[in-house]
């Protein structure tokens, strides 16, 4: 029963810090407290090197936290669960596999039969507009292709909790566009709970319910922004509305702050 | 009459392309011809040069012999058979005891180094011992596997496993643990087990890896074979080897090294082979 109430991601005082190469300590995320609800959508911007990844790393189970907790719907988490889809940062296609056979490898590493998953896989390349490249490999596709193929091998898995670290940042305006609408949709449709970290402030408010400012490193909440623009949104259509502007405006206020904190200590470091 | 005024100036604009294209290809065949031209000359003059001096005695024809005599052994070999047996069953003798040892010594090397690199537990306890093993000169451990295992194949298959394991081992040790952590995140991410991920990202991500120890270590298999018969056989291209030299006869052992030179060339044709096609997915190369 409590597994249904409890919130979709809930992290309590977690702390990660990381031994860098020259033998120090480096806190990527000190004292972080966020809680994601069922279905909700949260978008999470914060300066550059902040500890955005690192947070969505701790989530997702590839990495424990140093300290605090990180529960994924009620449960603690220990190591990579089932649950979770990671849209990665970084290209993280196997470049040995078609791009079929990419979209194919999460169903099959679940152990859905070879046809059933070839058939999802072939679905969602058609929605991701790549049907007609199933056969390349990795390296035979542009930047933004390739992204496409990651997203489709994260959707075709159905996650119930989809973490997403900059994953329209390679596309195109155009397909950026078509992208975020997709994704608006498959999430009212499934009812995932998704995390979407991004610097596109515009983005994050278009498809959020709530806008997550980090500070600058180590990483902790700074302002949590509820987004109470009507659904069913239309990502180009919404930014043209007076209650966007006015969002974009406060949110900006609070986010342009960290980033000038993390401007100036580089500036201070190459100094 | 437009259609004419459209396709005329799209041909025009067409043709220069293959025309430059056409050329350039002629280049490079003309590049080519040249090259092998070359080739064969310096193959041609350093035969040459050898037959000379050997005929007029400034170097010692009954120790370097020459070259028509090498052929001559050869073609004698071929069609008469050499003293231990027909010449094709000396050959299949090495190549059988060369390629046993060079697929267990792949085999192990790969499970092993694999697994080391997959396990660093494993590789804390005996990476070591492997170290040690390796800095022994292993090629003298031929003659105590021929007293250990006779005169037979055992013997020159376990000297061919010895000299392949370590640098197939090395490298897929390696490439295991150069893998991109990412992939390795991605697929766990996707669902992959801890199996999968070995079988599915880590092998395929160290085949580049393996393959380039591949290369070496067929010739080394051959080494070890070669010099297990050299040692002690009762058939191959080693022990015609050692026979040819017992019977002060040079030209003997140059051809069995001529036959041994084709059969390493040709195994390493095969192997290069194989691995365009296992490597369509990589991004070099000419094809589409
Ligand atoms: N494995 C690691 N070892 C040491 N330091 C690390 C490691 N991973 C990340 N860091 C450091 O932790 C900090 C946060 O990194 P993270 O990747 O989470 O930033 P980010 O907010 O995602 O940045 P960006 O927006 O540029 O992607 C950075 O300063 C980075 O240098
Ligand atoms: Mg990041």
């Known amino acids: 029963m409590s597994a249904n109430t409890s919130p979709a991601i809930e992290l309590r005082g977690a702390s990660k810090t990381f031994r860098t190469p020259s033998g120090g300590l480096h806190t990527a995320v000190r004292d972080l407290d966020l809680t994601v609800g069922r279905g909700e959508f949260v978008a999470v911007v914060g300066p550059t090197g902040c500890g955005k990844s690192t947070t969505l790393t701790l989530v997702s189970g590839l990495e424990e936290p140093t300290q605090g907790e990180v529960s994924v719907a009620g449960e603690p988490v220990r190591g990579v669960g089932d649950k979770v889809g990671f849209v990665f940062q970084q290209d993280a296609t196997f470049p040995w596999r078609t791009v079929l056979s990419n979209v194919m490898a999460g169903p099959r590493f679940r152990g859905v039969p070879k046809a059933e998953a070839k058939r999802r896989a072939r679905a969602w390349l058609d929605r991701v507009g790549l049907a007609a490249f199933e056969d390349r490999y990795p390296h035979q596709l542009s930047g933004g292709q390739r992204k496409r193929v990651a997203l489709a091998a994260t959707f075709v898995n159905d996650p119930e909790i989809l973490l997403m670290d900059e994953p329209f940042s390679a596309l195109d305006v155009q397909t950026r566009a078509l992208m975020s609408d997709e994704l608006l949709e498959l999430w009212e449709g499934t009812g995932a709970s998704v995390v979407f970290v991004t610097h596109d402030l515009e983005e994050a408010i278009a498809l959020a319910d709530r806008v997550v400012v980090m500070t600058a490193g180590p990483a902790t909440v700074k302002q949590d922004f509820r987004i109470d623009l009507p659904r069913p949104r239309k990502v180009e259509s919404v930014r043209l509305e007076p209650r966007f502007i006015e969002i974009y405006r406060e949110i900006w206020e609070s986010l342009g702050e960290e980033v000038r904190i993390t401007r100036e200590r580089g500036a201070a470091h190459v100094a | ?288």
Do not use: C
């Open chain 2, 1 to 288: 009459m437009s259609p004419e005024a459209i396709t005329t100036p799209v041909v025009d604009t067409a043709k220069t392309p293959p025309d430059r294209a056409y050329s350039r290809a002629r280049a490079a065949r003309r590049r080519k011809v040249l090259i092998t031209a070359a080739r064969v000359l310096v193959l041609v003059a350093v035969l040459g040069l050898w037959e000379l001096l050997s005929r007029s005695g400034t170097i010692d024809p009954f120790n370097f012999s020459m070259p028509s005599k090498i052929w001559d052994q050869i073609v004698t070999w071929v069609t008469h058979g050499t003293a231990l047996g027909s010449l094709g069953e000396q050959i299949w003798y090495t190549l059988y005891e060369a390629l046993l040892g060079w697929v267990a010594g792949v085999l192990a090397g790969v499970v092993l180094g694999i697994a080391l690199g997959r396990i660093a537990f494993l590789a804390d306890i005996l990476g070591p011992y492997i170290k040690v093993l390796n800095s022994i000169p292993r090629i003298v451990l031929a003659p105590i596997f021929v007293i250990w295992f006779g005169l037979g194949p055992a013997s020159k298959v376990a000297s061919a496993v010895v000299l392949v394991f370590f640098p197939v081992f090395f490298n897929a040790f390696q490439g295991a643990r150069e893998v991109d952590r990412n992939l390795v995140a991605n697929a766990r991410v996707l669902g992959a087990s801890d199996r999968r991920v070995t079988l599915q990202v880590v092998i395929p991500s160290a085949t580049s890896w393996i393959f380039t120890s591949l290369h070496v270590s067929f010739g080394f298999a051959l080494i070890g074979a070669i010099v297990g018969e050299y040692i002690g056989a009762t058939k191959g291209i080693g022990l015609l080897v050692a026979q040819s030299q017992g019977t002060f006869n040079a030209a003997g052992v140059y051809a069995a090294m001529v036959i041994l030179a084709v059969v390493a060339l040709v195994a390493e044709g095969l192997l290069t082979f194989a691995e365009r096609r296992i490597f369509r997915w990589k991004p070099s190369g000419s094809e589409n």
